[in-house]
């Protein structure tokens, strides 16, 4: 195999936004979207959240799609038909219920051991569904959330922190 000349090319965009709930994932994958394509696809597995981000400031017009089912051949079959319709950006808000989706097969499985040869191709095929996405591609993860129990200092109640 031999070097070639490097040329540039027109490379798609490739994107994770994570945060915890409330972060603002979903505000800033579509205001990044509208930088890079006038027609935006939202695949939404968030209960149709991203609808209530229309009409906000900074927010483009974009297309909808809700994902009831967080199996991963429900996210694949809704990147290939993003594709198909020719989008220039896919906005997967979030791809975080994919991946729980996949623990959940493992365990029903009986564990990593069992479960993750069977998941493990899934999961696979979809991060290669969005590495071929012909357009951009900007997705939300959402950070584990964790809390904790604290006595507050003014009033000595016991009050639960967000950490």
């Known amino acids: 195999m031999a070097f070639t000349r490097a040329v540039r090319s027109q490379a798609k965009l490739r994107v994770a936004i994570q945060g915890a709930s409330g972060a603002g994932k979903?505000?800033?994958?579509?205001?990044?979207?509208?930088?890079f394509g006038v027609r935006i696809a939202g695949l939404d597995s968030e209960r149709e959240s991203m609808k209530l981000l229309v009409g906000e400031q900074g927010i483009p017009d974009f297309d909808h799609q809700s994902l009831?089912?967080?199996?991963?051949?429900?996210?694949?079959d809704a990147i290939a038909e993003a594709a198909a319709d020719g989008y220039e950006v896919l906005v997967i808000d979030s791809v975080s219920h994919s991946w729980i989706s996949a623990l959940e097969r493992v365990d029903q499985l009986g564990g990593w051991?069992?479960?993750?040869?069977?998941?493990r191709?899934?999961?696979?095929?979809?991060?290669a569904a969005i590495h071929n996405y012909p357009g951009h591609v900007i997705a939300t993860i959402?950070?584990?959330?964790?809390?904790?129990?604290?006595?507050?200092?003014?009033?000595?109640?016991?009050?639960?922190?967000?950490l």
Do not use: C, W
């Open 113 to 119: 051991m069992k479960g993750g040869k069977v998941v």
């Open 68 to 76: 009831s089912e967080h199996a991963i051949g429900s996210y694949l």
């Open 142 to 162: 959402r950070s584990k959330m964790d809390y904790a129990q604290e006595k507050d200092e003014k009033t000595g109640k016991t009050v639960v922190r967000k």
């Open 121 to 127: 191709p899934s999961v696979n095929k979809l991060v």
């Open 26 to 35: 979903s505000t800033m994958a579509l205001m990044l979207a509208a930088f």
